[in-house]
Nanobody, 122 residues
Framework: VQLQASGGGLVQAGGSLRLSCAAS???????MGWFRQAPGKEREFVAV????????YYGASVKGRFSISRDNAKNTVYLQMNSLKPEDTAVYYC?????????????????WGQGTLVTVSS
């Protein structure tokens, strides 16, 4: 199983970025999500989406600013990030798991991508 994240970069505060994560080699249905890790901090849950897209959950710090979506025909999940703040600066990782609960809690078998760096300047 491979998860390839992309779309990170440098953006000014208040700006937007869209991250993508393409999955390959994982059969069946699965939830996908995003986490982030800032320097010196623990990895933090950002968002998760079910296979059908009918269930989405967000971390408190990004709710209302970030939006997760997926295109199953392309095996890709997206994270639209708006109204970015300097505190959103982190390496963003995508993950895939059997369901949203497994991804959200990280209790179970997860596949991880390699991470993409997002830097928000003030």
């Amino acid at each position: 199983v491979q998860l390839q994240a992309s779309g990170g970069g440098l953006v000014q505060a208040g700006g937007s970025l869209r991250l993508s994560c393409a999955a390959s080699g994982r059969p069946g249905t699965y939830a996908m999500g995003w986490f982030r890790q800032a320097p010196g901090k623990e990895r933090e849950f950002v968002a998760v989406i079910s296979w059908s897209g009918s269930q989405t959950y967000y971390g408190a710090s990004v709710k209302g600013r970030f939006s997760i979506s997926r295109d199953n025909a392309k095996n890709t999940v997206y994270l639209q990030m708006n109204s970015l703040k300097p505190e959103d600066t982190a390496v963003y990782y995508c993950a895939a798991g059997d369901n949203t609960n497994i991804v959200l809690t990280r209790r179970g078998n997860l596949n991880w991508g390699q991470g993409t760096l997002v830097t928000v300047s003030s």
